[in-house]
């Protein structure tokens, strides 16, 4: 490690730099990229290191320590998958040292002294590390790297054909390649074979290569590709291609032809034919180019073969690499250039503008190039490419694309203007025409147009999209750019858009301003509506990045600069930053203002995508506002028009997109809205949620409609928006109340929410009649529906009482949402009933919404016993301990019981402070409540779970800290005034601190329990703060236990016995201020438990578990018994927990604590013992077991001496198998009673016994 | 198979440089890049926002951007679709007063992410005017030999005679070759 960091020290360390930059001002961008090599010193002695074990014989790295060897480099390699290049100027100083061993042994096993062994795994490591330098650089490069000496040739081949194919591909691949190189070497292959014979034509080594080759060609794994590229390598040799080749092409073809071909070897020859076809020299494969025209044909006859998409892309690359064979290499003359590009002559020319004469040449078409024959067949290669365009997988279309533009090339130009518009028409295939004129492109394939967008983005790359054609190509690609179309359950296209960027892009590099100049305005608009309004990510980047491209080559594109600096690759990496920021900012140039409207209205707000939707609906109401005759002219009808239409996914946009547009156009205009919009269009405004069709409002989808109409009314009544006349206001209200009524009864919580808003935001402005209202408080009544209680009890909350329309029932409110919250059963109608979980927990938050509201106001409105009561509420929710099939829904009451608190105290403990002392008795609060409530927050504050803990302790803090002037500023050395009287406050803020950090140590169990256990201290807190350590300790969740249960031990532990010990040890006899806890009065406090919460099996399962701990740790026992305390109540309730209980953990908790109480020894004993050993024939066989397993730790733990009694006990206790039926049982439990030393007891009434 | 790796595939093809052109406002970045592409230079006005010029040199494709003497530029080499190999800071060795400024922008500069590891060549510029300071001054000026994260190197010019520019693009375009791309 040491050696390690000096390494790191000597060397430059970018990643060091980087934290150092980031440090500095905080500019994150996303992930780290290494700009060069720069832990290449590591990677290197970790190759030499590989590299320096033996490769015969015994291995004496293990497989552990290889397998550690190889993952180090792999992830110190791995860092550059994606910048591969900067290793170059390394790997030579990385392949060196590796292929150096790989050659000795290569030589040594086969002719040399080792002759016959076999290269071991430190060997195959090696050429596993050889091949991670090839996949991450990729070979073509490391292949240079290799030895290509004549001697190598034959021991490699010999090396390979020892390799079994079971060990690691990786050698045979590595091997592979290497022997392709050395198929390179210049020499006459004859001079090289050992075995050849100077009168055959034939070289006995090649065959031996090319049947061993063909045989890798089966392969499925990577070692297919060397052989493809080795049997390439060597079939187009000088001396070989003449015989061998023509053979290879024939094996081939029959092959491929058989019916028994495989897939997989399939593959294979294709593969090795398209290397052929790249490496060979033309001459040479022009002889056989005809038969391969048939084998094409051959394999496209082949359905098995022509699902593979392997199979498929090396056909289209095959035929392409055939035809440009064909074709004499040359660039074509008449393809669009643009400008002198080099440097050197620009500067040695020196003289300025020479510029206009050199730029945009379309050579003369009259040059003799055109005057040269294509063969036919190149029309066939053509119209396999055209297909490849339009194919299903990628890589076909993709090469199919690149084949496109290099056969282009090479092409007359008539030709190649033939196969511009055979691109075209990939295009227009399926488009139909939409009967305002516009194409229609929902039926058409994305595979086609993804294809035929790569392929003129290839061709206009290379020049060889002639400026004429543009006028033609620029409308497909604009309406690609937009690309998006739902297909059943998901949307396609977006690799479409992704290629029109691409031709964007190509654009900016391949012509001049002058040649798009008529196009830009369609180009800009487009691109950037794209580039701020595209779902993905990475389609805005790449729209943006092309639109960068095109402002920086043609500097044409109005406000390009400003727009490229606000929309940079990161601004609009957030969607809702790229919708609602920098859309608005671009929208602030008049000359795209309208477009983007447009855009949004007819293309984004109709998005399949939900939240795309709404955040448009959010943006045209944030671009409206900048020019509102526009919007009040033509986006709000067209919205009003989109809202009533039957498709769903409209209509919902266009809500919502209404009423955010209709809200912000009113906050914005200066003359009534009435002024700006149509008389027509302002009735159809108000005529939109009533004329939502009913059969939306409910089934499949209906919740989308509801939450567009919710948002749609809370908008409109928040804006005040005029609704007409009286009778036509009434109607329109009565509809959204309608709307209101029946989403608050909806089962979707969220639309329950929403829906509570709309009702605050429309009776807030429009208000509701007295009878509506008592409608509204009859669904929270008892027995009513309980969907519809969930619902108005969440909206009844939202009222602002201070309205004097509502003040008169506030009280009534306050108790019925009251009644609500009670999780004890009420009578009603002759059945218990309980509200549910979701509707006590919405009645007590509405509670808390109507405090928080009040505010100062609640003197005025809520008298002293309403405001008990409401008080109350909250500690009877924070008792609220219900569960059902979803786990703890109690936990939702008591959370919100807390959040309750947290807003009322302060609120009201302001309000008493401001009492004089005579006025005392008019306060809301008295001192026991303000205890009360800090005791009942620090129980909740040591509970099990997490989120619990957290909503105590920010209760707690924002309590215990309410100052009473909250406005008034910190003065230094003066306490802040605080609302809370409470006991011991200087503790209670040592432990309960007020930062931010403090929030996330609540969650943790770890830091929690050690923190508040000597809060216990404090007797008025302690009783609700051992209740949540009991239920904590004693709990399931092993952590939880871990954390909270050695916190109590220790803590109890350190508790004197006695008040009067402790005097003693402190020598003091000063009351102290500080309380301290004894023992004693912990464990009167734990009868106290016991007392109140006998039969709560929630309570006293945990208490068990508790007492168990603290007799096992014998701190318990520290107590005199019965000096000290009186134990026999607690042994009388553990004996009732015990009697007719089926809960197995109760049972063995009981049974556990017996055996701790065992410890006091005397009568207790004896008659602990009678119950163990009644307990030993229990029904239940685990209940016997445990029975006997604590039974005997405790006799063979006990402090007496062990007698001849005692161990028979033991010996009976662990060799009886206590899984036998009780009837066998008893006698052998009974031989117990004397050795005990006890009497049986009488049987009073015989139990009956099954 | 996205606009990015496509990207990423045809730049190291074509072995595709991009510079970036910066320095503060007048120090002659367009005159340097026009004189490098074979233009006019007898009319410049201050560039506003970009230009992005492609050239030829040595086997490798160059893209320079040239960016306007302007703050705000912090966007054009964020853009992740194309990583900016070197950075051409061109200096008016003319102008005395703002060369501590000079200094601050080109530091603060440095400490940019995207732009770590990247060539730096400082072009002292217009050595052709009376009183101009040598490029050994520029360097102490500069304190150019406290930058140990960028390889960097320094050179007198003259845009407007074209020395020395040669010189200048040949270092930087071997250094990146040299450190990224493998020389045949």
């Known amino acids: ?1250 | 198979m996205g606009l990015l790796t496509i990207l990423k595939k045809n730049r190291q093809k074509e072995k595709e440089i991009r510079l970036l052109m910066l320095g503060l406002d007048n120090a002659g970045k367009t005159t340097i890049l026009k004189r490098i592409n074979g233009e006019d230079i007898d009319t410049i006005s201050p560039t506003l926002g970009f230009n992005i010029k492609t050239l030829e040199h040595n086997g490798f494709k160059m893209n320079i951007w040239d960016v306007g003497g302007q703050k705000s530029i912090r966007s054009y080499w964020r853009n992740y679709f194309e990583q900016t190999d070197g950075l051409v800071w061109v200096v008016d060795s003319a102008d005395r007063l703002r060369l501590e400024d000079c200094k601050k922008e080109l530091h603060e500069l440095l400490q940019e992410e995207r732009l770590s590891g990247a060539s730096l060549l400082v072009f002292a510029n217009k050595q052709d005017l009376p009183g101009a300071l040598t490029d050994d001054q520029i360097r102490e000026a500069l304190e150019l030999d406290s930058i140990v994260t960028h390889h960097w190197a320094i050179l007198g010019c003259s845009a407007k005679t074209g020395s020395h520019l040669l010189k200048g693009m040949d270092w930087v375009v071997g250094d990146i070759g040299s450190r990224i791309y493998l020389l045949d």
């Open chain 1, 1 to 1250: 490690m040491s050696d390690d960091q000096d390494q790191q020290d000597e060397k430059f360390d970018i990643e060091a730099l980087l934290d150092s930059v980031e440090d500095s001002d905080g500019y994150h961008p996303t992930s780290k990229t290494p700009s060069f090599f720069y832990n290449s010193s590591e990677v290197i002695s970790a190759i030499k290191h590989v590299a320096s074990f033996p490769l015969v014989g015994p291995c004496k790295v293990d497989l552990r320590g290889r397998w550690g060897l190889q993952m180090n480099l792999e992830n110190l390699i791995g860092k550059y998958q994606y910048q591969s290049y900067l290793l170059d100027p390394m790997l030579e100083q990385m392949i060196s040292p590796l292929i150096t061993p790989i050659r000795k042994v290569v030589h040594d096993v086969t002719f040399g002294d080792l002759k016959g062994e076999v290269m071991n795994e430190q060997g195959d490591l090696v050429f596993y590390i050889l091949n991670l330098i090839c996949k991450t650089r990729g070979y073509k490069t490391i292949v240079k790297f290799l030895p290509h000496e004549v001697a190598d040739l034959e021991p490699t081949f010999e090396f390979l054909k020892k390799q079994d194919k079971k060990r690691v591909w990786e050698t045979r691949y590595v091997l592979l390649i290497w022997l392709s190189l050395m198929c390179m070497i210049p020499f006459d292959l004859k001079t090289i074979d050992s075995q050849a014979t100077k009168d055959s034509e034939r070289i006995p080594l090649v065959d031996q290569m090319i049947e061993k080759g063909k045989t890798f060609l089966q392969c499925a794994g990577k070692d297919r590709d060397g052989a493809s590229l080795f049997l390439a390598r060597l079939l187009t040799r000088k001396d070989t291609c003449r015989i061998y080749l023509p053979e290879f092409v024939h094996w081939a073809k029959n092959s491929l032809q058989s019916d028994t071909s495989n897939l997989i070897e399939a593959i294979g020859i294709m593969a090795t034919l398209c290397w052929i076809f790249k490496l060979g020299q033309r001459e040479v494969l022009l002889p056989i180019a005809d038969e391969l025209e048939d084998l094409l044909v051959g394999v496209e006859n082949k359905d098995g073969l022509m699902s593979n998409s392997a199979i498929k892309k090396y056909i289209v690359k095959l035929s392409q690499r055939v035809g440009l064979c064909l074709l004499k290499p040359r660039v074509a003359a008449w393809r669009y250039q643009r400008g002198n590009r080099s440097l050197v002559s620009n500067l040695a020319s020196g003289v300025t503008s020479r510029m206009e004469k050199v730029s945009m040449t379309i050579a003369d078409e009259d040059e003799d190039d055109e005057n040269f024959d294509v063969p036919d067949a190149v029309e066939n290669v053509i119209e396999r490419l055209m297909n490849g365009l339009r194919d299903r997988d990628t890589i076909v279309r993709w090469s199919a694309a690149k084949g496109m533009g290099r056969m282009s090339n090479r092409l007359p130009k008539e030709m190649a203007d033939d196969v511009v518009g055979g691109i075209f028409e990939l295009f227009s295939e399926d488009v139909f025409e939409l009967p305002n004129g516009e194409p229609d492109i929902s039926s058409v394939s994305e595979h086609t147009w993804h294809g035929a967008c790569l392929a003129i983005a290839e061709l206009s790359r290379r020049g060889l999209l002639l400026p004429h054609r543009l006028t033609e190509v620029i409308p497909w690609i604009i309406l690609a750019l937009k690309f998006d179309v739902k297909r059943g359950a998901h949307s396609v296209g977006s690799n479409v858009r992704d290629s029109a960027c691409y031709v964007c892009w190509s654009f900016a590099r391949a012509y001049t301003p002058d040649v798009l100049d008529v196009h830009v305005r369609k180009l800009s608009n487009t691109l950037i509506a794209v580039s701020v309004f595209d779902r993905d990510i990475n389609i805005r980047r790449a729209s943006s990045a092309a639109f960068q491209e095109n402002v920086g080559r043609m500097g044409i594109f109005p406000h390009g600069i400003d727009i490229v600096t606000v929309a940079d690759y990161f601004s609009i990496g957030n969607i809702n930053n790229s919708f609602l920021n920098v859309a608005p900012y671009i929208a602030g140039f008049e000359e795209y203002r309208r477009y983007l409207s447009e855009h949004l209205v007819e293309v984004v707000i109709s998005h399949w995508d939900i939240a795309v939707r709404e955040v448009a609906a959010e943006a045209i109401a944030r671009i409206a506002v900048l020019d509102l005759d526009f919007a009040c002219g033509t986006i709000i009808p067209a919205l009003t028009k989109n809202a009533t239409s039957l498709d769903s996914v409209i209509r919902h946009g266009a809500l919502i997109a209404l009423g955010r547009t209709c809200k912000a156009v009113k906050a914005h205009s200066d003359i009534p809205v009435e002024e700006r919009i149509a008389p027509e269009v302002l009735q159809a405004i108000t005529q939109v949620a009533p004329s939502i069709p009913e059969f939306t409002l409910s089934g499949f989808g209906s919740e989308h409609t509801r939450q567009a109409l919710c948002v749609h009314i809370t908008c409109l009544s928040e804006a005040a928006w005029p609704l007409g006349n009286e009778a036509h206001q009434a109607s329109v209200l009565n509809s959204w109340k309608g709307i209101i009524y029946t989403t608050l009864e909806r089962v979707e919580e969220p639309l329950q929410r929403l829906a509570s808003e709309t009702f605050r935001a429309l009776i807030g402005q429009y208000g509701i009649t007295e009878t509506e209202f008592e409608q509204c408080l009859a669904r929270v009544r008892p027995g009513a529906e309980y969907l519809g209680k969930r619902g108005f009890a969440l909206a009844l909350g939202e009222v602002d009482y201070r309205d004097s329309r509502y003040s008169g029932f506030t009280s009534r409110v306050i108790e019925a949402l009251d009644v609500t919250a009670n999780h004890n059963p009420v009578a009603h109608g002759g059945a218990e009933v309980k509200p549910d979980a979701e509707s006590r927990r919405n009645a007590i938050n509405s509670v808390t919404n109507i405090v928080k509201v009040l505010n100062t106001d609640y003197k005025q409105m809520i008298s002293h016993s309403m405001s008990n009561k409401i008080l109350q509420m909250y500690f009877r929710g924070l008792e609220d301990y219900s569960v059902d099939h979803r786990g703890d829904v109690g936990s939702w009451i008591r959370e919100a019981s807390m959040q309750g608190l947290q807003v009322m105290v302060p609120i009201v403990a302001r309000l008493d402070h401001h009492l004089t002392h005579e006025q005392a008795d008019q306060r809301y609060l008295v001192e026991a409540d303000h205890v009360q409530v800090l005791a009942k927050l620090l129980q909740q504050s040591v509970e099990k779970i997490d989120r619990i803990r957290g909503a105590a302790a920010t209760a707690m803090v924002a309590i215990l800290y309410a100052e009473v002037d909250p406005e008034a500023e910190a003065v230094a050395g003066k306490d802040p005034e605080y609302v809370l009287r409470v006991p011991h406050r200087a503790e209670l803020m040592k432990v309960i601190e007020k930062s931010d950090e403090m929030s996330l140590i609540w969650l943790q169990a770890s830091e929690v329990y050690a923190r508040i256990v000597k809060l216990l201290h404090l007797p008025e807190y302690r009783f609700e703060l051992l209740l949540g350590f009991v239920v904590s300790a004693g709990g399931l969740t092993e952590t939880l236990v871990r954390h909270s249960s050695s916190c109590l031990t220790e803590f109890v532990s350190s508790l004197p016995v006695t008040k009067s010990d402790d005097m003693e040890v402190d020598g003091n006899d000063n009351v102290s201020t500080t309380p301290t806890l004894t023992l004693v009065e912990f464990a009167h406090d734990i009868m106290k438990i016991i007392d109140r919460y006998e039969g709560q099996d929630r309570l006293i399962v945990p208490l068990l578990e508790v007492l168990d701990l603290l007799f096992e740790s014998g701190i318990l026992l520290l107590l005199e018994h019965p000096t000290d305390f009186d134990f026999a109540p607690l042994v009388k309730f553990v004996r009732r927990q015990t009697i007719k209980c089926k809960d197995m953990r109760k049972l063995s908790a009981s049974i556990r604590t017996f055996c701790g109480l065992c410890g006091l020894g005397g009568k207790i004993k004896n008659a602990i013992l009678l119950e163990l050993l009644r307990l030993l024939v229990h029904p239940f066989p685990k209940i016997r077991r445990t029975t006997a397993d604590s039974m005997y730790l405790m006799l063979s733990g006990s402090v007496e001496e062990p007698t001849l009694e005692s161990e028979e006990v033991g010996k009976i206790l662990v060799e009886t198998d206590w899984n036998l039926a009780v009837g066998a049982l008893t006698p052998i439990r009974d031989r117990m009673y004397p050795l005990l030393g006890l009497e049986k007891p009488k049987v009073v009434s015989a139990p009956v016994r099954t």
